[in-house]
C-alpha cells in the first residue's frame, strides 16, 4: 500500500494539521509521500520531508497552485494520486474544499473527517453533529480521506529522512481565478491547535467586551474562540467559531462563557480535556457536559478571573 | 439567468438523534424532519437574487422517497418556480446524489447551481464539490457572499484563517455558509400557492445515473458520554481546581 497525504501549508510554513494526518497514515500503514502544492514552497517541501514517516516528498511549484484554488489542485491530485491506495487531507476549510473534486474525478466515494483507523479500509466519523460515531468501510480502490486533525497526535517534526522530487505538472483551469483575501490578524495561538481556548458567546453582549476575555486569554497563553450566536451577532469574525459549522477544538483546557451549550456548539468542543462553563443560567444545557461549572454573571467572573491568574 | 438549488430532507436540527439498540443507524421513525438548514440558506439566496432581477427562474431539486416533496414544497413556498424530484429508495451517497444532480444539470443547463455546504445528517460536505467535477464547472464552498458580475460570479468564502474572495466564470457551483443571508418564512399565501407549482418527478434511471454505494456503514454508536461536573463556588474554588485537581492551569 502506498499512501498520498497532501499537505497543508501556507508556502512557508507546515500546517500543523499535516502532522496529524500523518499519524492517521501511518496507522494505516504503508509508505507514506507528501504532496506539497504551492508556489515559492520549497521549504516547505524540505521541512516535510523531515517528519517522521515520510518516505517521499513530491514538490508541485508553480503559479497555478498558489493559493490552492480547488479547481487545479484537484486536477493535479487526482492526475498524480491515482497510483495510490489512499490520498489523505486534513479537514480544514482548504481539504474539504478540493479532496470532494479529487474523489469525484477518481470516480470514488469519500470519507470525511475521520477520528480514527480501525483498518486499512475501515474508519470511524462523527455524523450527526458528533451525536452519533459512524464505523465505515470504503469499498473502492483508491480512499479518498479526510482526517479531523484534533483527534490525532502529530508526528514528530523531526528524525524522517525523505526525498524531495519536483513533478512539473501544471493545471491551470480558466473558469476560477483568486482575487483576493483578509486574514484576521491575531498574536494567539491558532484556535484548532491551542491548549487552552477560551470562548464567549452572545451572554458577552457585545464585541468590545470580549476584551475581557481577552485579557484572561492572554494571561493563559489562550486562543478565543466564539459561538455562533457571537459570530451571527457580530461580536467577532467567524473564523473564530467553534461547532459542528465552525472549527473544531480539543483542548487540554476549554472555557465557556456565556454559551448556553447548542448541540451545533458542543459539536465543536465536546472532546476537550476539562471543559469550564460561566454562565448566570443554571439551567444551561452546557453545565451537562462542564467539569466545572460556574453560576454566575461573567461581567464579574472575567475581570476577577484575570487578576487571580 | 436560471439558478437550480438542490435541497435535502433531514432530521430537524433541534432534534438530539438517539442510535438504534442494534447499532445499525440513527432511529429516524417518528423524528421531525426538516429542510437542511443550509439548503435553506440556499434557496433563500436564489430567491434572493431573482427579486433582485438576476435571475428569471429557481428550480428546486431533491433526491429521495416521496417524502422530500414536502421539503421540495417548502422551498417552493420560500419562492421558487418548480421542483424536481428524483425518485429513491433511501438517500444516496454524495457521489450518487452528485451524479443524479449533473443529469438535472444536463437537462436544465442552470447558469448557476447553489448547493448548502453540508447536510447536518452525514456532516459529509462533499456533494457540491463533487458537482463541480463531475460538471467541470468551477466551484465556490462556503460561500458567504455572492456577487453577480457580467458572466461572472463572485464568492467570498469562509477559510480558516478568515475570508477569501474568487472569481468564477458562470455557470459555477456555489455553496453556502451559514453567514450568506437570513432565510426568510414562508408566509401562508405562498404555502397556498406553492401547492400549484409545478414538481415533476423523474428517476435516476431516466437520468442515465446508476446509483452505487461503496461505503458500507458497519455500526453507529453513541459516543462517549461526558457527565456533568461540580459546580463550584466562586472563581477561588474554580482556579483552585484547575491548578490542583484538573492540573491544567
Known amino acids: 500500500m502506498s499512501i498520498l497525504v497532501v499537505a497543508e501549508h501556507d508556502n512557508n510554513a507546515v500546517d500543523p494539521s499535516t502532522l496529524k494526518t500523518l499519524a492517521a497514515a501511518q496507522q494505516i500503514g504503508g509508505d507514506i509521500e507528501v504532496l506539497v502544492a504551492g508556489k515559492g514552497c520549497s521549504t516547505v517541501a524540505e521541512n516535510i520531508a523531515k517528519a517522521d514517516g515520510v518516505k517521499k516528498v513530491v514538490l508541485a511549484d508553480n503559479d497555478a497552485y498558489e493559493h490552492l484554488l480547488a479547481e487545479n489542485i484537484a486536477d493535479l491530485v487526482a492526475d498524480f494520486g491515482k497510483g495510490y491506495s489512499h490520498i489523505l487531507a486534513p479537514a480544514t476549510t ?110 458577552m453582549q457585545n464585541g468590545e467586551n470580549f476584551h475581557l476575555l481577552e485579557d484572561v486569554a492572554d494571561k493563559l497563553g489562550a486562543a478565543v474562540g466564539a459561538s455562533r450566536a457571537a459570530v451571527d451577532a457580530g461580536f467577532v469574525p467567524n473564523d473564530m467559531q467553534v461547532g459542528q459549522t465552525g472549527k473544531i477544538v480539543a483542548p487540554q483546557l476549554y472555557v465557556a462563557v456565556g454559551i448556553s451549550g447548542a448541540i451545533q456548539h458542543l459539536a465543536g468542543m465536546k472532546d476537550s480535556k476539562v471543559i469550564v462553563a460561566i454562565n448566570k443560567d443554571e439551567e444551561a444545557p452546557i453545565f451537562q457536559v462542564a467539569d466545572y461549572g460556574l453560576v454566575a454573571d461573567l461581567f464579574e467572573v472575567l475581570p476577577e478571573l484575570n487578576s487571580k491568574l | 439567468m436560471k439558478i437550480l438549488v438542490a435541497v435535502k430532507r433531514v432530521i430537524d436540527y433541534n432534534v438530539k438523534v438517539r442510535v438504534k439498540p442494534d447499532q445499525s443507524d440513527v432511529d429516524l421513525a417518528n423524528v421531525k424532519m426538516a429542510l437542511n438548514p443550509f439548503c435553506e440558506i440556499a434557496v433563500e439566496e436564489a430567491v434572493r437574487l431573482k427579486e433582485a432581477g438576476t435571475a428569471d427562474e429557481v428550480v428546486v431539486v431533491s433526491i429521495g422517497p416521496k417524502a422530500v416533496q414536502e421539503q421540495l414544497r417548502t422551498a417552493l413556498a420560500l419562492g421558487a418556480d418548480r421542483a424536481i424530484q428524483v425518485e429513491t429508495d433511501n438517500m444516496p451517497d454524495s457521489l450518487s446524489a452528485a451524479k443524479i444532480l449533473k443529469g438535472v444539470v444536463e437537462k436544465e443547463e442552470p447558469d448557476m447551481v447553489i448547493l448548502g455546504k453540508q447536510s447536518i445528517d452525514s456532516d459529509n460536505n462533499q456533494t457540491g464539490q463533487m458537482l463541480g467535477a463531475l460538471t467541470g464547472m468551477p466551484q465556490g464552498t462556503f460561500a458567504s457572499k455572492v456577487e453577480m458580475n457580467d458572466g461572472f460570479v463572485n464568492v467570498i468564502r469562509e477559510i480558516d484563517g478568515g475570508l477569501q474572495t474568487v472569481k468564477l466564470s458562470l455557470p459555477a457551483v456555489v455553496t453556502t455558509d451559514l453567514r450568506l443571508n437570513e432565510p426568510r418564512y414562508a408566509s401562508l399565501p405562498n404555502i397556498m400557492k406553492a401547492k400549484r407549482k409545478p414538481l415533476e418527478t423523474t428517476t435516476p434511471d431516466e437520468l442515465g445515473v446508476e446509483v452505487k454505494r461503496t461505503i458500507k456503514l458497519l455500526k453507529v454508536e453513541t459516543p462517549a458520554e461526558r457527565s456533568a461536573g461540580v459546580k463550584v463556588a466562586d472563581v477561588d474554588e474554580l482556579v483552585d481546581k484547575l491548578k490542583n485537581e484538573a492540573k491544567v492551569l
Open chain 1, 94 to 203: 482548504t481539504g474539504k474544499n478540493f479532496m470532494p473534486r479529487v474523489a469525484a474525478l477518481l470516480d470514488v466515494a469519500q470519507v470525511s473527517d475521520i477520528i480514527s483507523v480501525e483498518s486499512d479500509d475501515t474508519f470511524k466519523r462523527p455524523i450527526y453533529a458528533g451525536n452519533a460515531i459512524a464505523t465505515v468501510q470504503s469499498e473502492d480502490e483508491i480512499k479518498v480521506i479526510t482526517v479531523r486533525a484534533t483527534a490525532f497526535d502529530g508526528v514528530a517534526e523531526e528524525g524522517g529522512s525523505g526525498d524531495v522530487e519536483s513533478i512539473d505538472a501544471v493545471f491551470n483551469n480558466e473558469k476560477s481565478e483568486f482575487v483576493g483575501e483578509q486574514l484576521a490578524e491575531s498574536e494567539r495561538p491558532d484556535l484548532t491547535a491551542a491548549e487552552i481556548v477560551i470562548s464567549g458567546g452572545r451572554g
